[in-house]
């Protein structure tokens, strides 16, 4: 069995697939009368959180809570090896207070792969967004949100037109959205200024775009990414309001979905420029839904690696 | 002091019998037995190895390096004479940083240490450091850098061209557009965007070299290219000889061999300024090396105390040490180029470093009146990279557990024998 969660690439098509339906059977049990599951009980989990991330500190710790294991936040905030404890102290540490699992969100890419790899601790690691890599957790939370509202994709995304739109280049949550929702069988268009693609998108399995128009009718799915203004500031494209008229979701353009279309945001979202208030706020967002998809996802995916004794049978490769 | 090498091959295919007299080689022939014989029976000789590019961290940086292990190192790599980098704390930015260098060199006694100078105040890239004080000093310092930093401002770049041209100097550039590269974390492609992290962009490297030789030939100065790697600077540097230009360019053997993929598990070791590159740009550098467009190779030993590398990517400093291996990197990664053999390799590794630098003793044809900086290698053996047998005080080898040809078994600096059987003696004052 699996130990860790650091890329969507530790995923087979059937590891993802297994995560969103035990995510589904947590979502019957979790909707009776007792909320919580003793599966866990007895394991303690570490959030260890070196960049500030209140939202998806509190999933992972309501889905650890709700399986019945002991949690404790680790805010490293300002702790980084220029300032203060490194992370191989801090791992170490960890360690001697017996941890089970270390949920990690950390500022530098591939942090995550260097706590599971270094031998610096044996606890699981699971990758809650490491720098602009990747944040698989939110990748499968949106794929099962997309599955509850696709039923006819259930077994496969094959068909599915799934729209990224904004800053793919340093978005952990796009490049996890894009080895998973392309796994699952789905077709990719990214929509950005070229300033916000990485120059290797030509190797993804991606269309790319400019024109977020001629993308919007043609779409199932269309997913905004948070757009930082600091961005502004370093050139990536000359003003906010220049953004929000090429890139941005305004009503004009909310108007052009086709019928069933959805609207997805990682969040916290900037109203305003990446997307308006009308169409954060409208029926096609379903923003609030993948909150509390989140949840479950991550009981599926503390649930498979730590307690998940019927899975092991599913060893990947 | 008196004695012989014995039976030894050199690179044209001959074995000869060498007689080393006070620091000088005094007869070659055969059946010449005087004072002690050492058997080179079936080994190559080959004039000691020359690295221009060097990070010995002394003074400021003992935690990682010494003036004496880093110079053990570089003789147990069969290398004669290293030049030490300006990066240092302080910075070699003066004669009393490029003389003490000078002098710690001497005392240890493993190779001839020749220091390189700053070419700015403190590395700033704003003033120039006193650059005639350096030359005129008992180190004699013929060569410039920022290593570690581009000169990139260009007026202070043409300057520092026009002004070493008064005692033939030359200034050794780190090309990197600094704006190009703000929080570079790796060669900026494919695995750099699958990975995200930050890119360096070949073009940064190609845009400075570019400017460079523009201005070498505007103001006919000698400009040497530190460390290439990508396959549009050898491109470049060939367009520059061709035109006359009198630019010289190095490798390293570490851009010879890997290449970015490595970085796909975040190991720092591989972390490296300027970056590995693609499988395209290893070809590139192997071609050029090969045809001359890249004169030398040289080591950028850059060593690090283990916490430097033991953390995040994005934490780690840049730079591998490569003293100890650079050779048998060198012969692995230019096996399958035919044109490229023993004497190419004495050329790009010895005789052209040595000419560039004017470091007259070193890099010498074997012939009678020769000074006798040799080494001798076994050439029919390997052997596997084992980082904590390494002399060097730091471990940060990207070649770990590697199987590499060659092994270098004695070396020889003014006729004294420094390294036996791959064992380092214990160096003093020559």
């Not at chain 1, 996802?297 to 004794?309: F, I, K, S, T």
């Not at chain 2, 390494?390 to 270098?408: C, D, H, I, Q, W």
Request: proline share 4%; charged share 20%; hydrophobic share 40%.
């Amino acid at each position: 069995m699996r130990k860790h969660l650091l890329s969507i690439n530790d995923l087979s098509r059937a590891d993802a697939f297994e995560i969103l339906d035990t995510a589904g059977a947590l979502a019957k049990i979790t909707d009776g009368p007792v909320k919580k599951l003793p599966t866990l009980r007895g394991l303690s989990i570490v959030n260890l959180f070196f960049e500030d991330s209140t939202r998806t500190r509190i999933s992972f710790e309501s889905a650890a809570k709700r399986l019945s294991a002991d949690v404790i936040n680790f805010s490293a905030k300002g702790s980084s090896v220029s300032k203060g404890e490194s992370l191989k102290d801090t791992a170490q540490t960890l360690q001697a207070m017996g941890a089970d699992a270390v949920i990690i969100r950390h500022g530098a890419s591939g942090a995550a792969q260097r706590l599971a790899d270094s031998g610096w601790i044996s606890a699981s690691v699971i990758n809650a967004g490491d720098g602009t890599h990747e944040h698989p957790t939110q990748a499968l939370l949106d794929a099962y949100t997309i599955r509850s509202r696709f039923p006819q994709y259930v077994s496969g995304f094959e068909g599915l037109r799934v729209a990224i739109v904004g800053d793919v280049l340093h978005s952990r949550v796009a490049r996890s959205n894009v080895l998973l929702l392309t796994k699952l069988g789905a077709k990719l268009t990214l929509v950005a200024p070229p300033t916000l693609l990485p120059v290797g998108v030509t190797e993804w399995n991606v269309d790319v775009s400019f024109d977020l128009d001629a993308v919007i009718p043609e779409v199932d799915v269309l997913m905004l990414l948070r757009v930082q203004s600091e961005r502004m500031k370093e050139s990536f494209f000359p003003s906010e309001r220049e953004y929000s008229r090429g890139y941005g979701l305004d009503s004009r353009r909310l108007n052009t979905l086709s019928e069933s279309a959805i609207v997805m945001h990682p969040g916290p979202m900037n109203r305003g420029l990446e997307i308006s208030a009308e169409s954060a706020d409208s029926h096609r967002s379903v923003v609030l839904a993948q909150v509390a998809n989140g949840v479950l996802v991550r009981m599926a995916v503390l649930y498979q690696l730590l307690g998940g004794a019927r899975l092991t049978g599913e060893a990947s490769a | 002091m008196e004695f012989t090498i014995s039976q030894a091959r050199l690179v044209d295919g001959s074995v000869v019998d060498l007689v080393i007299n006070n620091g000088t080689i005094s007869e070659i022939g055969n059946k010449l037995r005087v004072g002690r014989v050492i058997s080179a029976e079936q080994n190559l000789l080959i004039p000691g190895l020359v690295d221009l590019h060097t990070h010995l961290r002394e003074p400021g940086r003992e935690d990682s390096e010494t003036v004496a292990t880093g110079s053990a190192a570089a003789s147990k790599g069969g290398y004669t004479a290293i030049s030490a980098m300006a990066n240092t704390f302080p910075v070699a930015d003066t004669a009393g940083v490029v003389e003490q260098v000078f002098r710690l060199g001497q005392e240890a006694g493993y190779c001839d240490v020749f220091p390189i100078g700053a070419v700015t105040q403190g590395l700033n890239g704003e003033k120039l450091a006193e650059l005639g004080a350096m030359a005129n000093s008992k180190a004699k310092v013929r060569i410039f850098s920022d290593d570690g930093k581009c000169v990139s401002d260009p007026l202070l770049m043409r300057r520092a061209l026009e002004y070493v041209k008064t005692f033939d100097g030359i200034i050794a550039q780190h090309a990197q557009e600094p704006r190009l590269t703000v929080d570079s974390q790796m060669n900026e492609g494919v695995v750099s965007s699958r990975l995200g992290l930050s890119g360096w962009p070949a073009v940064a490297e190609e845009a400075i070299i570019a400017r460079d030789i523009l201005l070498a030939e505007h103001v006919g100065s000698r400009l040497h290219i530190c460390h290439l790697t990508t396959a549009g600077g050898v491109e470049l540097v060939r367009f520059a000889k061709a035109r006359g230009i009198r630019v010289s360019a190095e490798v390293t053997p570490h851009h010879l061999l890997l290449t970015d993929d490595l970085v796909e598990n975040y190991d720092p070791v591989f972390k490296v300024n300027p970056p590995l590159r693609t499988e395209a740009d290893v070809k590139a550098l192997r071609e050029g090396l090969a045809d001359g467009t890249i004169d030398i190779v040289a080591t950028d030993h850059a060593p690090h105390p283990v916490e430097d590398k033991d953390c995040e990517w994005q934490s780690a400093a840049f730079g591998m040490v490569g003293l100890e291996t650079a050779l048998s990197v060198v012969v692995k990664a230019m096996a399958n180029i035919k044109e490229f053999r023993w004497e190419e390799i004495v050329k790009t590794m010895s005789i052209n470093p040595a000419r560039i630098a004017g470091y007259g003793r070193h890099g010498q044809e074997i012939a009678v009146g020769s000074s006798a900086n040799l080494a001798i290698l076994d050439t029919d053996t390997t052997w596997v990279v084992e980082r904590n047998r390494l002399a060097s005080k730091s471990k940060n080898t990207p070649f770990e557990s590697m199987e590499l040809p060659v092994r270098v078994l004695h070396t020889f600096l003014n006729g004294k024998q420094v390294l036996s059987n791959g064992t380092l003696s214990n160096g003093g004052s020559n």
